[in-house]
């Protein structure tokens, strides 16, 4: 079937064969374009599935674009969702919207998310993205349809890094206890993953053994012969009695010259050392759609352009507006220099490499957390550098049987799959066995940008605290985490560095002062030729009291936020600000949060975070001050119990409310009250 | 090699293999004593896993245990970790204490945890219990051997059902692709576990064909015969390149008649229909080792009971006194009638099972959690049950892909696995995604009792509090968790009901207010016949301030012994309090907090979770009062920042000052603060 009216049942459009192989390439171009346009996207694994993706989405599943909902049609889960534009892309030429508007891909609001958001447009079964639970999700599925007695079928789309996840084997093992001839997974092996080839990340082969033993029905592919495609999805809804696997083989960036089987073509936008522009002009001749003529990208690029000055407007509209513009580095008064928090890790895991026992352990996504610092300069520590792959629960446990045999190991990813998805192993074999193990607690909150929810960790401050032995710090900027990675590596127990990839402003010099388990307060003095001239820090134990307004207790890179807020609230309403850099959540620094809680009696806490998780946590602090005197008025921000999207970082931290302007808006608004 | 002298290198004590076999029946004989003390333990895999166990530890492992952390020593990693009196049998038969002592399995403070604490007991090599996690250390254990250049070897003992945990597969792979030939992985095929058949629960086979597809080296053998088993572990040493898994075919209870091949033997004491002591004798007699006369028997219970007699004492010393004993139902006055809150919840799940849209998904521990409810005296609704194993990621994952169709899927398991080991798989594919997902996050708190702290959920408020989307009830009696379930039974979104396996006292009535999302208020009027009579309760919205000493803000079980407190308050020092009930926690009844903080000025919060899971919340919401007016004293009653242990339900609810009896002492001395 295909693409029919769910009415009548007559189908829409019955594409021939070489039809199809015309749409892939137009799917291709669009997915090219959409993702220059983005400046990030994932090129190499959209590229490889896209012959299957118009097979699937233009000739063999039974769907209608006009009734996206129609109980009766085949679904499809996008387990490998990082894979979005090429599902966008089918989507579009299906008839769900305009395919022309795939090349807002990645933008705020625009509902064509990093990786796929099912609220935000028709025709997406599952938001998805956290690699290994899509299988899951259709195994229940294709269950339903057979509760219901539905004759629906049930695709999912896998890639074949993501086998490395164990949650995969769960729902494999599943899927074949109960026969489930109703679902067809399908591989997109086409052997690369973000940190190398799949047999060199860890072994998947013999692949075809591994699925047969888990009891499924194999059929391996040229997954470029849109033949052998078609015939593959025929012939799997044949099959009685088990589930079908498809393999099928592929070439990552298939299609596009440079990108072709370039392991470094993950997750990148089309660059091939010229600009983006002339990599794509390159891309769309590899191509060879005839359409895409330069009026035509022209037109595409265009209307990503125009929606993004849109975006653009209405962000800087929702910001509160102040006598004059304070934002980072528009005036010399507010300069700053700017760099990612996770350089600091990647200069300290370089150092710390010194030490033999310093063991870093790869999850796929090396390089991007800087843990390759590790090695990248030092060969001879490659033996010293495991890889184990996306396999978040078994990196914690390989870690945990090195440091139990004394070694220092260090493992790492997106903060909420490094927290998250390894989260009892956490706890019952890092925690309740004291083992020394350190987390990389990377890309961490909505900062991550265009990735979208799924990757941007906003519940790892309170998973971890509330875990016996944990240790975690939150440095402000890429100097502190420096010291603060340091700082985790020399304590003797479970410990994690949280730090983000957007750059964010150099707050801190080498010799501000810095101690674990302190916190240092911040005090805005007088302006300065640079932004950070004008504060003065100090260890929390050496403060004395200025009696002053109020306190702003942060972590992490909203500590710099909290710094322009008091500049703000200073020199726009002559108020007086103490910062509380909480650089170490735990061990957390009780008296002083106590003492700021009495000397200013009004406290705002600011985490990039779901509020509450840092917030609670200071308030539960001050709360348990014995003394039955201090009234206090308080206000906690951060994400209001909601999930993040896709956007340009700094977009984000604007219209989820985290900049110093709405620090500063929030704070003089409690401050009338003390009044 | 064997038991050596680690400074000579000369073998302490080299057994033939007729010995073994004569050790292996005493150590049967001394674990069936073991467990008939406790009263609980796993007797089925403990008999299964014996042979292989005496073969190890007696014989075929360099271990030294006068120096337990000899560097060179072979490591055995218990990744099925309930088998643990069967490790420690062998403890001490190798002499690493006296054997006798095992007697005191799963009593407090013994170190023979339910479950392997490694900093209780001298050869340890790891704290375990939640399943699937020790080969991964394992691996990490042997890579380190590698890189030291070292020669010992590494075990991991396994059980077949974890099996079906993913993160086994993760760690094969990773041990294969690291060609691990220092690895040696023992599964202990019974082919039973807790619900079932492993091929009916969900199926393993061809099993052979899994550990090959994935890379290692097998040998199969009768676990039960020590040749074979000897035989095989000398095969393991030899074969270079890959790994070795050794499958020992079992009979779980082997040894034990009325055991063997039971389903229902796994992790229960002796009960052949007969009382505790006459199952014991038959068991042994069916072991018939000649040394467990009358005699040694007798002797072995009495270690036990007077050991357990000293931790009464110590156990009642420690609770704070009154002019009287106001425990649970010492005196009429303080009758309630006691039931573990999982009966409500299987009351409500049978119910509920009539709406042919409501799903029961199992996870190996069904009947225990109550889950079986559903299906138990309906047969019919058979095929709407589906049992997936202890996989608790694919459970989350099969349960999405049902709600996302329309059904209302109950998931459940022990609560640290069901909001823990699939933690990102509740964010990300539940939450995110906003599937009507169900979760009987069962089992929680220190109350669970002699399994230990690997089985006792304390930080599940913190990881479901802050999810988007996610709903969190924790009713305080099996009649208000029956009325909880069927509240997030109607709520259109992902919920959780926290409850235990533990008898509590019933302190509502079927009458008793209870509205989703609104707190009780409940007062103590005055002494009655019986204790809940004393009390009356409101909804938070009808009641009217009596401007009392002090709020007790409690949840789950713990409300009952805040009402026990507030009668313990009134009848020694004359003061009143105002107890909430906040069976709600997410929504939070945030006006009754705000009311109780401004009425009262003094708070007291009482969980059985990590304190300030649920404290901080509270202290959060108080502290986010807008008014500035209130000081405020407040206190937080809950697990301080440690794991629990193995114990009694109540000794536990004791000596973690989670009783009246210290929410009594607590509310006093802050109560003088306020004077």
Redesign the interface.
């Known amino acids: 079937m295909s693409i029919i009216n769910s009415k009548t049942g007559k189908v829409k459009k019955d594409y021939t064969v070489e039809e199809l192989v015309e749409k892939a390439k137009e799917m291709r171009a669009y997915n090219m374009v959409a993702i220059t346009a983005a400046g990030s996207g994932h090129t190499g694994g959209t590229l490889s599935i896209m012959d299957v993706t118009a097979a699937l989405y233009l000739k063999e599943i039974n769907h209608d674009p006009a009734n996206p909902d129609w109980e009766d049609r085949d679904r499809v889960f996008w387990s490998a969702g990082h894979k979005a534009p090429a599902l966008y892309v089918a989507l579009g030429e299906a008839g769900y919207f305009s395919i022309d508007e795939v090349v807002k891909l990645r933008k705020l609001w625009s509902g064509f998310e990093g990786h796929p958001?099912?609220?935000k447009l028709p025709g997406l079964?599952?938001?998805?993205?956290?690699l290994?639970?899509g299988?899951?999700?259709?195994?229940?599925?294709?269950?339903?349809a057979r509760?219901?007695k539905k004759d629906y079928r049930t695709f999912c789309i896998l890639g074949d890094g993501e086998l490395?996840?164990?949650?995969?084997?769960?729902?494999a093992?599943?899927a074949?206890?109960?026969k489930l001839d109703n679902l067809t997974a399908i591989v997109d092996r086409n052997d690369l993953q973000i940190d190398g080839p799949t047999e060199e990340v860890?072994?998947?082969e013999?692949l075809v053994?591994?699925w047969?033993?888990?009891?499924w029905h194999i059929i391996e592919i040229d997954g470029h012969d849109m033949k052998e495609i078609l015939n593959a999805l025929e012939k799997a809804e044949k099959v009685k009695g088990q589930p079908t696997v498809i393999i099928a083989h592929t070439v990552k960036g298939k299609g596009v010259s440079y990108a072709e089987n370039i392991v470094g073509y993950h997750g990148i936008a089309p660059k091939d050392g010229r600009s983006g522009k002339e990599s794509l002009d390159q891309a769309l001749k590899d191509i060879g759609d005839p359409q895409f003529n330069q009026g035509k990208v022209d037109h595409l690029l265009k209307i990503a352009s125009d929606y993004q000055k849109e975006v653009d407007q209405k962000v800087e509209d929702s910001l509160p507006k102040f006598s004059r513009d304070y934002w980072w580095n528009v005036t010399s008064l507010m300069q700053v220099q700017m760099e990612p928090t996770r350089n600091g890790f990647g200069r300290a895991i370089e150092e710390l490499g010194k030490d033999e026992k310093v063991i870093a352990l790869g999850a796929d996504i090396t390089s991007s957390i800087r843990m390759d610092k590790f090695y990248a300069s030092h060969p001879e520590r490659k033996?010293?550098f495991?890889e184990?792959?996306i396999?978040e629960?078994?990196v914690?446990?390989?870690?945990?049987?090195?440091?139990?045999?004394?070694?220092i190991?260090f493992i790492g990813s997106y903060g909420?799959?490094i927290t998250?998805?390894n989260?009892?192993?956490l706890?019952?074999?890092v925690?309740?066995?004291?083992f020394n193990v350190k987390i990389a607690d990377a890309h961490a909150g909505v900062s991550v940008g265009a990735d979208g929810?799924?990757h941007q960790t906003?519940?790892d401050i309170?998973?971890l605290?509330?875990?016996?032995n944990m240790h975690l710090t939150l440095p402000c900027d890429a100097i502190e985490t420096e010291k603060a990675t340091h700082a985790i590596a020399s304590i003797n127990g479970p410990a994690a560095v949280r730090y983000a990839r957007e750059a964010t402003p150099i707050i801190t010099i080498n010799t501000t002062p810095y101690r674990f388990g302190l916190a240092n307060v911040v005090r805005y003095r007088t302006k300065k030729k640079n932004f950070i001239e004008a504060f003065e820090t100090r260890l929390s134990t050496d403060y004395r009291s200025e009696k002053e307004d109020l306190t702003l207790i942060a972590c992490g890179p909203m500590v710099a936020e909290a710094m322009r807020a008091a500049y703000i609230l200073k020199e726009e309403y002559n108020l007086e600000s103490r910062i509380l850099n909480i650089h170490t959540i735990k061990p957390i620094d009780k008296p002083a949060i106590l003492k700021a809680a009495e000397d200013t009696?009004l406290?705002i806490t600011i985490e990039e975070h779901?509020v509450?998780?840092f917030?609670?946590?200071i308030?539960?602090v001050?709360?348990?001050n014995?003394?039955?005197?201090?009234?206090?008025?308080?206000?906690?921000i951060g994400v209001e119990?909601?999930?993040g999207e896709s956007g340009e970082p700094w977009e984000l931290t604007k219209i989820f409310a985290l900049t110093a302007e709405h620090i500063t808006q929030r704070s003089r608004e409690?401050y009338k009250?003390?009044k």
């Open positions: 958001n099912r609220f079964e599952l938001s998805s993205g956290s290994g639970q299988l899951g999700v259709a195994v229940g599925c294709a269950l339903n509760l219901e490395d996840e164990g949650s995969i084997w769960e729902s093992m599943s074949a206890h109960y860890t072994r998947l013999p053994d591994k047969q033993a888990f009891g033996n010293r495991f184990i792959g396999a629960a078994n914690t446990l390989v870690a945990s049987g090195l440091a139990k045999e004394g070694k190991p909420v799959f998250g998805r989260w009892d192993q706890r019952t074999t925690c309740y066995n004291n929810a799924t906003l519940e309170s998973n605290y509330y875990l016996p009696n406290i779901q509450g998780g917030g609670n946590i308030a539960g001050i709360a348990q014995k003394k039955y005197s201090t009234p206090l008025l308080m206000d906690m119990d909601r999930f409690l009250k003390k």
